[in-house]
């Protein structure tokens, strides 16, 4: 490299090929613990940082993860970047001794900034006593597609400027924590109708509303100081582009880094999504991605792809400087940027003294639990007083249980969310002796033949009879129309669960925004 750059005191201009290639590379591995294959991809290919996955067996004990960094860390010239979706809601790696918090959705819900910026705070502060440095988070993509099959509820809405509030109070609380996060997917997964971990998404609106909608809330984060994005694979030719945005040099630098004028770091989804793997093959797509201007490639635990295709794009790169068929020079200013915020993030220095302990705090609990029991929206009707014998008929095991634990006079029958017929059988029987009967349905527009059985179910009862309880999207009611009286609480974390519990039992009203 040019010059006489340093990273604290390893002079760049010393630098391999081989080194700087690495450090573009961001993987996943398999195993609870520093394996031979994973000090491989340390030593001998210079990755610049890991993602954690839960399906990959890295994370089993608190103890376990923060020695697991702490060892892996050590094993680098460079400091890693250690990253990890954790964005609260459905999508969080680690479930057990930190704050699980409600959904993105159930967070504007609630209508607390304040609480929005503190929720980034404490998930920040958790990761980072555990070695993280990283957090895949927060989502914001504007839900304009109520049925979009990935986003959903780990959207902050549908209005792009509560989107952009939101995620601005998140992305300042995850500064504060010293954690570096990724606004995602640029520019914009909110109106799809496919999950781009199975195909291909394409997303046909005019450039106006793009710009209006989807586009919206990352202008405004950029414009506050974002120092990082994640790119989506999805198409929107009105960009310019009928490839993914993560390949498209008209979206990536046409549009992320001239026309919004973003200067940070750009990371692109994992590139072994069904919407990349099904189309190109991974190391073409790893070359794709760096020409369309993406500083970091990430390759995550996908279904079908094992370590070794990360080994095989390397290889790729690799040989494509070395011909001279992609630039140094580019290179050399994706490794600027990576590794000024590497050294801005103070990678590789030890946890301070009040991060030592990574367990969650009684106070980041009753954080999330305000937040919770705030997010409970009314979604039509007013709720009646319960039955002590109700009959709760659900999809998700925790919410009977809890139910159960309350007012244990509750019958409850638990469901699949795709009814079995021997679900159907019960679900009819049981409903028909019941004076009440509270129903929770889990995103009926993924799950039609759960709204199959609620339809039949709701036409062999009185109307009155039953209260509806939206566990996922807020958008069941819709699809049941008979049912007069509806509850959303946007999620299924535990404290979104019990929050929906007590207001059902009436010990909390109802606060939460539609």
């Not at 520093?34 to 994370?59: C, K, R, T, W």
């Not at 490839?243 to 940070?264: H, I």
């Not at 009814?419 to 002796?433: C, F, G």
């Amino acid at each position: 490299m040019a010059g006489s750059t340093h990273f604290g005191e390893i002079d760049l201009s010393t630098w391999s090929l081989e080194e700087k290639v690495g450090q573009l590379f961001l993987v996943y591995f398999e195993g609870p613990e520093l394996s031979p294959a994973l000090e491989e991809m340390i030593q001998d290919y210079h990755v610049g940082g890991l993602i954690f996955y839960s399906i990959a067996g890295n994370i089993q004990t608190l103890s376990q993860l923060a020695q697991l960094t702490a060892s892996v860390q050590a094993q680098s010239r460079i400091p890693l970047w250690m990253g990890i979706d954790q964005e609260g809601g459905p999508v969080v790696r680690i479930t057990e001794g930190v704050t699980v918090f409600p959904s993105a959705m159930a967070v504007a819900a609630a209508g607390s900034l304040a609480d929005a910026r503190a929720m980034a705070q404490v998930v920040g502060v958790e990761l980072k006593s555990l070695g993280f440095n990283l957090n895949f988070a927060p989502v914001v993509d504007v839900n304009s597609n109520p049925h979009n099959p990935i986003i959903g509820i780990r959207a902050f809405g549908s209005d792009p400027n509560q989107v952009a509030d939101y995620g601005l109070a998140m992305l300042c609380g995850y500064q504060q924590a010293g954690i570096l996060c990724t606004p995602k997917h640029f520019p914009g997964h909110g109106d799809t109708h496919i999950d781009s971990h199975l195909g291909l998404p394409r997303v046909d609106r005019p450039l106006a509303e793009l710009q209006a909608t989807e586009i919206y809330p990352f202008q405004t984060l950029i414009k506050a100081g974002a120092e990082a994005i994640m790119t989506a694979h999805v198409v929107m030719p009105a960009l310019g582009s009928d490839q993914p945005a993560t390949l498209a040099p008209e979206v990536l630098s046409g549009w992320l880094r001239n026309k919004l004028g973003f200067q940070g770091l750009i990371c692109t989804d994992s590139l072994t999504m069904g919407a990349i793997a099904q189309t190109y093959g991974i190391p073409e797509a790893a070359e794709l991605a760096f020409k369309a201007g993406a500083d970091m490639l990430l390759f995550g635990a996908d279904r079908g792809f094992t370590p070794v295709v990360q080994k095989d794009a390397y290889a790729h790169l690799l040989q494509g400087f070395r011909s001279g068929r992609l630039s140094v020079e580019q290179l050399d200013q994706s490794l600027q940027r990576i590794l000024s915020l590497k050294q801005r993030y103070r990678l590789g220095s030890p946890p301070g003294a009040e991060t030592v302990h990574p367990a969650a705090s009684p106070s980041h609990q009753a954080l999330a639990q305000r937040i919770a029991q705030a997010s409970i929206a009314l979604l039509k009707g007013s709720l009646p007083p319960l039955a002590p014998d109700l009959l709760l008929i659900t999809p998700v095991p925790l919410l009977g249980d809890l139910l159960q634990k309350a007012l244990p006079s509750a019958q409850v029958l638990q469901i699949s969310p795709e009814p079995t017929p021997e679900d159907w059988q019960t679900t009819l029987a049981r409903a028909a002796r019941a004076d009440q009967v509270v129903v929770g349905s889990l995103d009926l527009f993924r799950h039609p033949a759960q709204k199959e059985l609620l339809v039949e179910l709701l036409g062999a009862l009185i109307p009155e009879q039953v209260i509806g309880l939206a566990l996922g999207s807020p958008d069941d009611p819709s699809a049941l129309p008979q049912i007069p009286v509806y509850l959303a609480c946007y999620g299924t974390t535990p404290v979104s669960l019990q929050a929906l519990i007590e207001v059902l039992l009436g010990r909390i009203r109802t606060r939460g925004r539609v």
